[in-house]
């Protein structure tokens, strides 16, 4: 099993950028896919991005494509997302998730993921 503590958000202008955390306790999260997923109100909670368990392979919304970054510290259990050039569309509460999946494959699907963080709120303002 893992826990799944995330942080870095916050609130930030419009063309600005945050980089979030999520520390993982338990099993080492490379037993695991990682992913940030996200939710705004009134609307499902959405794939942002995913890293495989090896680092091997990424996967990133249409959306998050050339804007955000995923990546780890393997020495600290921690997965990050890079998030720049923010749009106000951005606003939501962002989710780490781990999938325990023993392929190298990244699942968009919230079905696919074990476990959850409690989310951290990210707002973009205009």
């Known amino acids: 099993q893992v826990q799944l503590v995330e942080s870095g958000g916050g609130l930030v202008q419009a063309g600005g950028s945050l980089r979030l955390s999520c520390a993982a306790s338990?099993?080492?999260?490379?037993?695991?896919?990682m992913a940030w997923f996200r939710q705004a109100p009134g609307k499902d909670r959405e794939f942002v991005a995913g890293?495989?368990?090896?680092?091997?392979?990424?996967a990133y919304a249409g959306f998050a494509r050339g804007r955000f970054t995923i990546s780890s510290d393997s020495a600290k259990n921690t997965v990050f997302l890079q998030m720049d050039s923010l749009k106000p569309e951005d606003t939501a509460v962002y989710y780490c998730?781990?999938?325990?999946?023993?392929?190298?494959?990244?699942?968009?699907?919230?079905?696919?993921?074990?476990?959850w963080g409690q989310g951290t709120q990210v707002t973009v303002s205009s």
């Open positions: 338990g099993r080492t999260f490379n037993s695991y896919t």
């Open positions: 998730a781990a999938d325990r999946t023993l392929s190298d494959y990244v699942a968009r699907l919230i079905r696919n993921y074990d476990y």
């Open positions: 890293l495989s368990r090896s680092g091997g392979t990424t």
